[in-house]
């Protein structure tokens, strides 16, 4: 027996498909593929993988709404298939416990990339609590949650709270696109709209971590979509 | 991706036109038709009902009448019937035909009895007859009965054979649309033995229906028009293509109406000699002087009979003159009129008439070429009726006005006055004589009516024979000639004050006249000049306040389907605010739907507070104008104005709409032209790298084993790049087809510019990384609004320009400042910069082949263009220049009025 990490493939694309499960299987995992919704649900439930490729345009039911019956019983990580310009649909997919997004077209280090962190999250989630976790560091940057520091080689970054919380949810979902509801509702609480106020403390945190603000490498922004905290520099 | 099959018809589009097509088709009317009751209509009528439904039709009966023969309600058998609705009027239950459940329930064919049926008080309709167009305007098939005796233009026919006056009637022109008349008919004979039995009506009524009606000799009559007329329907639809010699077609008739009640017979005379001569026909009403006098029961009768005529189908002229022949005599010449059909009564011969040339004569002699038709009134009907008319007109006539007496009394006195002044200074009689003229004349011409001038003459004559006639200070004359004076006197007195009067009275017609063309011409003149609808609008709404001193509503639309309408008050009424209430908008879509005049003062939901019309071209309806009636009905007159008015607002409207039409085609060819360009320029690109694409594969593919790695991993290469060209390409269509339903469709939220900049550059890096890129943004948070994905898409494609034209390992600039008002986005690069021969189809899609640059390599094919109609959408600017420097720079600025929001 071998302990490859099992990865479903949810496509009906043949080409798609085919190339995504060479490039997998040439990178030491396993594969199991569907190309229906239904059968995705229930070979997620029979075979348990370490981890869902889910497209979210399917020929016989909605993408969304795998998603939602997988989310009803599992916390396996998924990440969500989806073309450009569907911004919308990727925010719903996200809200709904996608735990990341890959845009079509993609290259196949990005999908590793994705799939590295979705892998690593979950054992991640399982081995220790989140809350436990103490210290995070991300090639400069360091966040001490005991002492509520945020420094940046060595040296400390003053911030205002509200910038603070949001660094801190950020960081606790590392590698994660975070929507902008979502950050806005866990920063300022249910039934506020501050989205504007959202972009301007990112863009003071921005000018606070980063060299050059438009060209930011610890948090990067989705337009359209939200932000996420990279877990390494590239 | 853009769309091919636009050319062709969209099925849709065909199924709506269907659905269209049915909602507007008109329900079919077949009418049963007999001479009498009891001849069978109903039962006819349900028999072929049975037979409809059987044939799988959804036949619901509406109503049948209550005295409704046993043998014809078992004849109902299983077809489904309409609950009656139950309205109260003066404590008696009425069962009335339930017209909106009719509708509501939508079958396909309707039974309901009795055509001619006035409605109870309080129905939407004062009439069946409006209730079954309704139906038929809502598409369902109608059946329904009607006797003879209820057509309109029979009405006096019938009501003089059997001496019966039938109150209710249907017009004309609903028996002669009707899909399909069924004569329903019997002998006379067997019609009354049936009567006899009771089957006809119940039998406490019997009695007095036979005295009355049931006769042999009427019933024969009867039966002999309704065969006529059922005659003439057949001859007329014998002759669907104008097969009557031009002689016959140029025949127009005028009918001259008035206020008595017996120009009606002349009015239905008239319709049913036109309709027998397929002509034309108009009903003439002149007003004069005496118009003014008119009673309100003889206004009442003129109203009525010009309601009449409408409805029989003549077109309704009014004229004004104080000589009713001349001014028919005019305008029977100038519309080409070939016979003129007048009353005439019965009056018994006077003295005075004896002076008077008739009416009829007048005409002919001024008509040679005219036939001119009488017919003769009943006097012996409306006698009592004429002398208690006459007597009220008299009494209007002398009726009393303390400050014209005064005037009167006024001038005569100063005029005394003067007299004795210029008697006592020896100046002559005659001359005396004049200054008593004078005043008679000026007091004509200053006060109301004949009174006071016919007073002022004959008081003169008094004065005059009083102070200045020997002896002095009597009514006694000496001289022999003075009764001859006096008589002069008088008589010049009283010429010249009715002529007076009359001339004041035609000014005052002239005046009104001249102010009426000159309104219509004013607003033509407006409405011509206007270029929009909402202009117009404005302007009509205000020129009905203005002219009917009513506040005023126009819808242009169906009154349900959107709430454009606009609404004027007039500083005349109170508060008039109810227009827009949802009851009135209710009348007024019902207006917009049936294309008829509806509320105060005409036959359909007379419960409203306002009078609507409609405004129609060529059958379909354009709005609907309401006047407010607050202050009473409008007179017959205003609402010939109003039609009037109506037909230059639908001149204007009509105008607007094709423009607008004009305007939707023009801008449907632009984006036609723009899709075709596009679509040439897309396939001109795409072909290179596909080609690159196939030939790389099929070379590995097929020579894989003689290459070596070097050459095959270049192949790859290739493929890797042009495959990414195309990603790039197909997601700048993407945008396109974002953008091409026009600029309105960007929307808009405020993004931080480093944000989307970011996110540009860091996608851009992953396919070219050879090259620098270089960001600058503002300390402070830009903020601009703009649909990030398409923005986004622009910078790219600037980038991307910028690396084709410049040297590996080279460096981009890449900058966004706040100028101003402003956000500006600048893309340089240290490359070749733009040639000449390329700046003017920078910015073009489709570029022709020979202005084409020798510098292939460029490859944005369609990027540029792009980006120029994204910054368009957003009202940004777009453009390109040369740095002195060497290379180029390309800005865009978009406007930050919305949501300025920069920094903390």
Redesign the interface.
Known sequence: MDNKPVILIVEDEEGIANFISAVLKANEYKIIKTDKGKEAIAMTASYSPDLVLLDLGLPDMDGVDVLKTIRAWSAIPIIVVSA??H?REKVEALDLGADDYITK?F?TSELLARIRTGLRHSQKNSDVNSAEIKKITVGELEIDYDKRLVSISGEPVHLTPIEYKIIVLLSRHIGKVLTHDFIIKEVWGPYTNEI?AL??N???I??KLEK?????RYI?????VGYRMVEELD | MVDFGDNRPNPDDILEDLSADSVNKKGRLEIFFGYAAGVGKTYAMLDDAQEQMKCGVDVLVGYIEQHTRPETIQLMGDLPMLAPKIVEYRNMQLKEFDLDAALKRKPELILVDELAHTNAPGMRNKKRYQDIEELLNAGIDVFTTVNVQHIESLNDIVEKITLVNVQETIPDYIFNNADKIKLIDIEPEELLIRFASGKVYRQERTEKALENFFTKENLRLLREIAMRKVANRISYDNQNEPRLSPKMANIKLLVCVGASPFSAKCIRWTERTAEAFQAPWTAVYVETMESEQLTDQEKQNLRENLVLAERLGAEIVTLNGSDVATVIAEYAKLSGITNIVIGKSRTPKTVFSLFKTSLEDRLIGMLSSIEVHIIPGNTLHHRPAQYRKQRRRLGRNLSFSRTDALKTAAILIAATLFSLVIHNLGIGTPNIIMVYLLSVLVVSRMTMGYVYGVAASVLSVLVFNFFFTVPYYTFHAIQKDYPVTFFIMLIVALITSALTVRIKTQARFAVERAHRTEILYEINKKLLASNDLEGTVRLVNEYLVKIFGRSAILYTQDPFASLAETFRQSPLEPDSAFLLSEDERAVAHWVFMNKKSAGTGSDTLMGARAFYMPIVSQSHVLGVIGLSCTNGKLSQDSRLFLRVIASQIEIALERHHLSNEQRRVTIEAEKEKMRSNLLRAISHDLRTPLTGILGASSTILENGDFLDAETRKTLLLNIQDESQWL?RMV?NL?SVT?ISDGPMKVTKT???A??????A??RIH?WFSNWKIS???P?E?L?VPME??LI?QVIINLIENAIKHSPEDSVIR?E?TKKGRNAVFEISDDGSGISELEFPYLFEAYVPDEKRSADTARGMGIGLSICKSIVNAHHGKMEAVNKKSGGAVFRFILPLEEGE?N??
């Not at chain 2, 480093?754 to 996110?759: G, N, R, V, W």
């Open positions: 450009r310009g911004e077209p290259g504007q972009r301007v990112m863009a003071n921005r000018r050059n603000p438009a060209a930011p990067v922004t989705h337009v359209g | 990603i997601e993407l974002r405020p993004e931080a480093e944000e989307i900049i970011a996110e550059v860091s992953k960001v600058k943004v300390d948070l903020m990030g994905t986004e890449v966004a929001n920094g903390q």
